[in-house]
Nanobody, 115 residues
Framework: VQLQASGGGLAQTGGSLRLSCVAS????????MVWYRQAPGKQRDLVAL???????NYADAVKGRFTISRDNANNTVALQMSSLKPEDTAVYYC??????????WGQGTLVTVSS
């Protein structure tokens, strides 16, 4: 199983970035896909989740600014981030959660938002 995240980088406050995560080695449509983030010195927190049927859930801190989506045909989950704030600075990880609740993790991609 491999999860390859990309799209991180440097953005200004108020800017946008789009993260992508491509999965291989799993039946992608059977997995709940989750984005987490971990800021320096802090715990890893859930950012957004998309269910197998496309239902979504967001952390309060990103509601209205971030949008998670999935493309089952291409085994991809994306996180569109807008109105970025310095407190969004973190390493972002994608996670595939299987029907047996086993989690697979990607390597993370760094997002830095300058003030």
């Amino acid at each position: 199983v491999q999860l390859q995240a990309s799209g991180g980088g440097l953005a200004q406050t108020g800017g946008s970035l789009r993260l992508s995560c491509v999965a291989s080695g799993i039946i992608f449509s059977s997995y709940v896909m989750v984005w987490y983030r971990q800021a320096p010195g802090k715990q890893r927190d859930l950012v957004a989740l998309i269910s197998r049927s496309g239902g979504t859930n967001y952390a309060d801190a990103v509601k209205g600014r971030f949008t998670i989506s999935r493309d089952n045909a291409n085994n991809t989950v994306a996180l569109q981030m807008s109105s970025l704030k310095p407190e969004d600075t973190a390493v972002y990880y994608c996670c595939a959660r299987g029907p047996d609740f086993r989690d697979y993790w990607g390597q993370g991609t760094l997002v830095t938002v300058s003030s």
